[in-house]
């Protein structure tokens, strides 16, 4: 099977399906908090989670929603001329306040011109019910995915990076979300300390049998302005090579639905800021890398895939 000139069913080939022409991300700061920072569950965040809580590539907090999305369009303008939009809340927890205030942030960017959906950054144990309510009211209105930080099945991992909440409350999650038709996407970490392949290979054959709309792939990213760059310093482990990280990524590939969108295969830090893996810096390299090695094996995403 092939998604255009993909092995694996990207964002991109879903969207230009959807809309028929490029839909492209505009990552906002919706100026939430997170129950893992200000006292809730935690006060320090995810122990890989920066001062911009994972939103190191968003808005200024400062600028308002409609600022906000005037300057990315306008910074990703030359590249993407004539795009819509989807307007993502990706700093901290976006669906962690008030009612009111939510449904302030979500309109004020869908009234903005060309934005054609919203994607919500969250976590599992921040969806009540008035706030579900919400986004499958908007999902009936307008394009509209929710994104969860799993990271990690194994208990073990989950404490070592604080996530604050443990596996049946993400899957009482996606369960209220799938029960209202709301498109949801994991995030998922390959790299963890003391997870080896297998592990990582245990956490996606996990997900792929919830009925997830789509996943994201994060390698680990040790990263100055944070909690994990302290405790690297400290405590060095291993993290993959670039070639170890792309075998796991198409081995999950293999093993994911075929029907699963790919939200992300990998990512980069703020370059300034990232000590680990330098190599994640050439996003490029690593992407082509996994068409390779998918080319190599004669491999697409779900050739191993078995429905239960």
């Not at 991300?25 to 200000?38: A, E, I, Y």
């Not at 369009?73 to 669906?95: C, G």
């Not at 038709?181 to 792929?208: C, M, S, W, Y």
């Not at 990512?267 to 082509?288: A, F, H, Q, T």
Request: one cysteine or more; hydrophobic letters at 35%.
């Amino acid at each position: 099977m092939k998604w255009y000139d993909k092995r694996y069913h990207t964002l991109d080939y879903e969207l230009k399906q959807t809309f028929g022409q490029k839909v492209i991300k505009l990552s906002l700061d919706g100026g939430f908090t997170c129950p893992n920072r200000d006292g809730t569950i935690g006060s320090r965040g995810c122990i890989f989670c920066s001062e911009k809580g994972s939103g190191d590539f968003a808005g200024k907090r400062e600028a308002g929603i409609p600022e906000q999305i005037e300057e990315q369009k306008r910074l990703l303008y030359s590249k993407w001329p004539n795009s819509k939009y989807i307007a993502y809340f990706q700093s901290y927890t976006n669906t962690y306040a008030p009612l009111d205030y939510l449904k302030k942030q979500y309109e004020t960017a869908l009234s903005a011109k060309d934005v054609v959906g919203l994607a919500v950054a969250t976590r599992p144990d921040c969806l009540p019910d008035d706030v579900v309510e919400l986004l499958e009211d908007l999902s009936k209105r307008t394009y509209l995915w929710v994104e969860l930080g799993l990271q990690t099945i194994h208990p073990k991992s989950a404490a070592f990076i604080r996530r604050g909440y443990d596996l049946s409350c993400f899957i009482k999650g996606v369960e209220k979300l799938k029960s209202r038709n709301i498109k949801t996407v994991v995030h998922l970490i390959i790299g963890l300390p003391g997870e080896n392949a297998e592990d990582v290979q245990e956490t996606v054959r996990f997900i792929a049998g919830l009925g997830l709309w789509g996943v994201k792939f994060h390698m680990l990213y040790i990263q100055k302005d944070t909690d994990l760059y302290e405790y690297y310093t400290r405590h060095p482990f291993p993290l993959p090579t670039r070639e170890e990280y792309i075998k796991m990524i198409v081995d999950a590939l293999e093993i994911l639905p075929p029907g699963m969108v790919i939200h992300r295969a990998t990512g980069d830090g703020v370059k300034e800021l990232l000590v680990e893996p330098r190599w994640s810096l050439d996003k490029l390299r690593v992407l082509s890398g996994i068409d390779r090695e998918l080319k190599e094996r004669d491999s697409w995403q779900g050739c191993k895939w078995k429905e239960r």
